[in-house]
């Protein structure tokens, strides 16, 4: 069985939910998509029982800070592993070109030089380009420039067991980008909050979505499982009820908000 483990659901101001980000576990392997803004994404993966030594491949979306400043916690977390010779291997980090340059001088940066030398030696950061695919774990991902106006955004592609997945990233989906999503089993996109709940919300229509947007924007095109993640922490209502409630009654495959920690069968 492969699962999506959420790690976190948030846009970028955490809360109650961490930062959107989370690990696909296919026969022991985790491929880990993002890693949120801060050290909590290693309190979030012990609370799902994995493992940091067992996390040797990450992809990050793009270079927002709610998505990559988790990976600094996690590259100086396996300094320590390796000194106590807990963890083996490399981490391969994937991601576009300007994210690459980022991690490659930000650890340096933000990191004693005795662990930035130790993350010389495990990492290894490899550049996609657009429609670029790469086996990992004997699974074929093809990488893809979502076409955001707002920042340079890679989605990926990925059949896990003759079961197709598209991840879209954090940003409505550009209508570029349809043409993937005809007959996908599970495609993970964006939600910001309710369509009433919009202006409210200082919600930006460009690159965030409603509930109601985006299942008008995706039905009818045979998906059959709609995760929807990175809406705005909101204690006052429970965001799964209510967002699964409207997105059900509206569209023709299913959908799922999840919370952290939750786990989605593919
Ligand atoms: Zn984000």
Request: with cysteine; proline share 1%.
């Amino acid at each position: 069985m492969t699962k999506i483990i959420m790690l976190g659901t948030a846009a970028a101001i955490a809360g109650k939910s961490y930062n959107t980000c989370f690990v696909i576990e296919n026969e022991n392997n985790y491929f880990l998509v993002d890693t949120g803004c801060s050290n909590r994404v290693l309190d979030n993966l012990k609370y799902a029982n994995i493992e940091l030594n067992k996390i040797h491949n990450v992809f990050i979306s793009h270079k927002h800070m709610d998505h990559l400043l988790g990976l600094f916690w996690i590259l100086r977390q396996i300094t320590i592993l390796i000194r106590k010779k807990e963890y083996n291997g490399k981490l391969n980090i994937y991601c576009n070109e300007e994210v690459s340059n980022i991690i490659m001088t930000l650890y340096k940066m933000l990191l004693r030089k005795s662990q930035a030398d130790i993350i010389d030696n495990f990492i290894n950061v490899i550049t996609v380009k657009d429609n670029e695919t790469k086996v990992i774990d004997g699974i074929k991902y093809t990488f893809f420039d979502t076409n955001s106006n707002e920042v340079n955004l890679y989605g990926f592609e990925a059949i896990i067991k003759n079961k197709k997945l598209v991840f879209l990233g954090d940003e409505k989906c550009n209508p570029i980008n349809y043409g993937r999503l005809y007959n996908v089993d599970c495609v993970m996109h964006e939600v910001f909050c309710l369509e009433k709940d919009k202006k409210q919300s200082g919600i930006s229509a460009s690159i965030h979505s409603s509930v109601e947007d985006v299942v008008n924007n995706l039905k009818g095109k045979q998906i059959k499982k709609l995760i929807l993640y990175h809406s705005k922490n909101n204690d006052k209502i429970d965001k799964k009820f209510e967002f699964e409630k409207v997105g059900n009654e509206l569209f023709d495959g299913k959908v799922i908000v999840p919370n952290d920690l939750e786990i989605i069968e593919l």
